[in-house]
């Protein structure tokens, strides 16, 4: 039924046709118009020629009835099409009749609701009329002027909608006549029609713009019809503009609104509310900047360069963020601007806040995104530049080199935040930079303290160089001062350290208290290396105390191995002995570096009872009769009660903390001490008694007179015969030999029983021996070799030192080394 660019907006059972209107508005591109479109509506009476009139004057296509067919309604409800050349876009709406004998008496109520419609909407209605009717009391179109005046209360604001009243089959009474008669009846309508109080004296032209033409009749006189269609088309023509046939029309809707505000009126008059135009623009406004906010964010949501620095905010530092981001939201937010700039401006602008708000919304993460880089490039960008400036040793201070960095790093962010910045986002980057400087600072912080703890920690082991060794030299030394040399030499080095260490720490502006809690750790640690190398050097007492008795009693005054004689006084050597070693153990027992020489002599008088003390050997039992039987008789009771003060566990006056080695444990190490160099001493004796021995080995002298007188004739043999004398050489030769082999004199030395059984027992394997060595040397005779030579000088060299051994009488007992061997072979077997 319909044309190309027809519409049937409403049917005929008042069902507004919404998605076809979305079609017809998008087919002939309505909503690039704005403003600049009119509407043209038509009311009359049935079949008075108004699809005829609106297809000559506007080209569109609406259906006619067919003249054979007689007259009858061909148009039921509301169509809707576009006036072909007309500027600008001219929509134009044909109304079914208003006095259709088909719908009856019920349907006047159809009548108001299209003719409000027509009214709410267009900006020209049409009112066909025959031209017989004017003046006349029953004219058909006096209810529908009633009709239209009346609605037109309800809209509550005049539209000022220009009534065009086309005058059909016009007679030969000129215009001039009928439109004075014509306005009267129009006025006379308007005053008969009821209106609200408020609009009691408002005057006709307030509401309407009145304007009336003739048209010849078209069935008679078509050329005539034709001609003055053509001259009211032209009318038509930028009817919108000043002065045009629209030029003073109100409240019209931006084009992107007129199928949402049409469906929109058609619904309030349906529902037979009352249609506020203001309140209904206001609404339109809203729903529709509404959507194309909406319409803009999805735009910018989907928009591929939104995307791509959305995708790349994600990973990293988004240069130029900012703009990028500016450039894209500015694109939509014109948009919006330029669709949306017909609508009420109070509606447009909170609506462009509301999408702003939005696109704000969607651009924030990635915003948040790019600060995050920023920040993190800066903290790793500090990192670095703080490392290479320690690295440099250029001479900058720790602090100084801190500050220099961060204030960089800050800048730069700084930098960073501003080319990120989103245009009216009010976002602010404080918080960010305050993490950052929170961040610099800790990173600062523990760096300071990492650097701190490197350079106490140098002098620390600077201190623990220059205090434990000398403190362990010291502590073996075991002078009277030992202590308070260690202390002197403590403070010494402490007080040196400290001060180095106050210049190496300038750079990093130390607080006062920071300070003097540094030197403080250091001057605990030097105490702590004293205490330390203490510690280790009590652990071994024993073992020192052994090297010390070794020390003393194995050597001479002036240091030589002392070779035990028969002058020699063993107890007297061996008291001194003991008293060295108990005066090492009183220095170890202890830690005294404060008023160290008090102490110690106190812990030395302790100790000096322990010279009687020792398990119950033969020795010990001489030492102490040798001290029990002096001139003092109370030394023994002194000792029995200095004793019993040996078995505390603290020493009197020292901490406990200071307390290396205890009373109870000294008795004990002594004890054990004493077992343990017993052996030693035994030695020591025997060796003298071996000396003494060594000296008487020449016989009595009458012993030697008997032998001349008794071996005269043997003596006389012998010079008579020098075989004799060779054979003699030879077996002193031999015996000799057999003597150093068998090593006679130490065998000995332990008694002449064990002695002899000894060597017996040595004395074939070595006879064997010498025959072997003897033989070998014979076979070697004849090669002459140097090495032969060199061997035999070695031979001799070796039996001449046995040889000057034998001369000088050293014992085993004075070969330190060896004496110190057999002690520590014997030690677990006097421990257990
Ligand atoms: N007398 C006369 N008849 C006309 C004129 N114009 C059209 N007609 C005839 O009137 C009849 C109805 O024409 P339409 O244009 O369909 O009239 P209408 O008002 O649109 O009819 P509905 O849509 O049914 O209300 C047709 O037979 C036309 O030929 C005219 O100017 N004068």
């Known amino acids: 039924m319909a044309g190309a660019q027809t519409l049937q907006l409403v049917d005929g059972k008042g069902v507004f046709n919404a998605a076809g209107l979305e079609e017809f508005v998008k087919g002939i591109r309505l909503s690039e118009c704005g403003l600049s479109y ?10 008075s020629g108004k699809s005829t009139l609106l297809n000559h004057l506007f080209g569109t296509r609406f259906v006619e009835m067919d003249a054979f067919k ?159 269609v053509g001259e009211l088309r032209e009318r038509f023509q930028n009817s919108i503009a000043p002065g045009g046939l629209a030029g003073d029309r109100r409240g019209a809707v931006p084009a992107t609104g007129f199928p949402f505000s049409t469906q929109e009126i058609w619904r309030v008059i349906k529902e037979n509310r009352d249609l506020d135009l203001p309140a209904h623009k206001v ?92 920040r993190a490039k800066a903290l790793s960008s500090f990192k670095a530049s703080l490392d290479s400036g320690l690295d440099s040793n250029s001479g900058e201070g720790f602090a100084s080199i801190v500050r220099r960095c961060s204030e960089a790093v800050l800048a730069d962010f700084e930098r960073g935040c501003a080319d990120a910045d989103v245009a009216h986002s009010g976002w602010d980057s404080t918080k960010a930079k305050e993490k950052l400087s929170r961040d610099v600072a ?159 002599n106190a812990i030395e008088s302790s100790l000096k009872p322990l010279i009687g003390d020792g398990p119950e050997t033969g020795l010990q039992r001489t030492l102490s009769r040798a001290v029990s039987t002096g001139n003092n008789t109370t030394l023994a009771k002194t000792q029995s009660s200095a004793l019993h003060a040996l078995s505390l566990s603290t020493w009197p006056g020292v901490a406990a903390n200071d307390t290396l080695i205890s009373p109870v444990q000294c008795k004990s190490i002594w004890r054990q001490f004493t077992a343990e160099t017993e052996y030693t001493i035994s030695q020591a004796m025997a060796a003298q008694e071996a000396a003494k021995r060594n000296k008487s080995w020449l016989p009595p002298p009458w012993a030697m007179m008997a032998m001349v007188v008794l071996g005269f004739n043997e003596f006389m ?68 070799t140097q090495n032969n030579t060199n061997r035999t000088n070695g031979t001799d060299r070796d039996r001449h030192r046995e040889m000057d051994d034998m001369a000088t009488g050293q014992s085993s007992v004075s070969n330190e080394p060896q004496a110190n061997g057999n002690l520590r072979q014997r030690q677990p077997a006097l421990a257990s």
């Open 717 to 784: 043999a012998l010079l008579r015969n020098p075989l004799y004398l060779v054979l003699i050489f030879i077996l002193y030769l031999v015996g000799k030999a057999l003597f150093v082999q068998l090593d006679i004199s130490r065998e000995f030395e332990h008694g002449v029983v064990p002695g002899l059984i000894s060597v017996s027992t040595k004395l074939l394997p070595t006879v064997m021996n010498l025959l072997k060595k003897l033989a070998e040397e014979g076979q070697g005779v004849g090669s002459g």
């Open 442 to 600: 800790a990173h600062a912080q523990t760096k300071r303290t990492e650097k701190l703890n490197q350079l106490v920690a140098k002098f620390e082991n600077d201190l623990e160089a220059s205090i434990g060794e000398p403190t362990a030299s010291l502590l073996d030394a075991a002078a009277p001062d030992t202590w308070s040399a260690i202390s002197q030499l403590m403070e010494q080095e402490v007080d040196d350290a400290t001060s180095r260490l106050s210049d190496a720490i300038v750079g990093f502006e130390p607080s006062k208290e920071e300070e003097a809690k540094i030197r403080q750790h250091l001057s605990k640690y030097g105490r702590g290396v004293v205490e330390k190398k203490s510690k280790e050097e009590a652990s071994q007492a024993i073992i020192r105390m052994k090297e010390r008795f070794t020390s003393v009693f194995g050597h001479e005054a002036d240091s030589m191995p002392r070779i035990w004689g028969e002058d020699h006084d063993v107890r007297a050597i061996t008291r001194d002995a003991r008293a060295s070693s108990l005066k090492l153990l009183s220095v170890l027992a202890a830690v005294r570096l404060d008023e160290g020489t008090q102490k110690n």
């Open 283 to 374: 609404m339109v406004a809203t729903v529709r900047c509404e959507e194309i906010a909406h319409e803009k964010l999805k735009g910018l949501v989907a928009d591929e360069e939104w995307r791509a620095l959305e995708a790349r905010a994600k990973d990293d530092v988004v240069l130029g963020f900012g703009k990028s981001v500016n450039e894209v939201v500015e694109k939509y937010l014109n948009a919006y601007d330029v669709e949306a700039a017909f609508f009420d401006e109070g509606v447009r602008t909170s609506k462009r806040t509301f999408l702003m708000s939005n696109v704000l919304d969607v651009l924030q993460p990635s915003y948040a995104s790019v600060i995050g880089h920023h």
């Open 38 to 47: 009119a509407v043209v509506a038509i009311m009359g009476p049935q079949s």
């Open 70 to 228: 007689g007259r009858s309604q061909t148009t039921q409800g509301v169509w809707l099409a576009r006036g072909a050349g007309i500027e600008p876009t001219t929509l134009v709406m044909d109304l079914e009749g208003t006095d259709g004998r088909e719908r009856g008496e019920d349907d006047t109520a159809f009548e108001k609701q299209s003719s409000l419609f027509a009214l709410a909407v267009s900006d020209i209605v049409l009112i066909n009329m025959w031209c017989h009717d004017i003046g006349r009391e029953q004219a058909a179109n006096k209810p529908l002027l009633k009709t239209v005046f009346q609605v037109m209360m309800r809209l509550f604001t005049p539209r000022k909608t220009t009534l065009l009243f086309v005058i059909r089959d016009k007679t030969r009474t000129p215009i001039e006549t009928l439109e004075p008669i014509l306005r009267e009846d129009i006025q006379k309508i308007w005053d008969t029609v009821p209106k609200p109080a408020n609009h009691q004296h408002t005057p006709l032209s307030e509401f309407f713009n009145l304007q009336v033409t003739s048209l010849a009749n078209y069935e008679e006189k078509e050329e005539q019809f034709m001609q003055q």
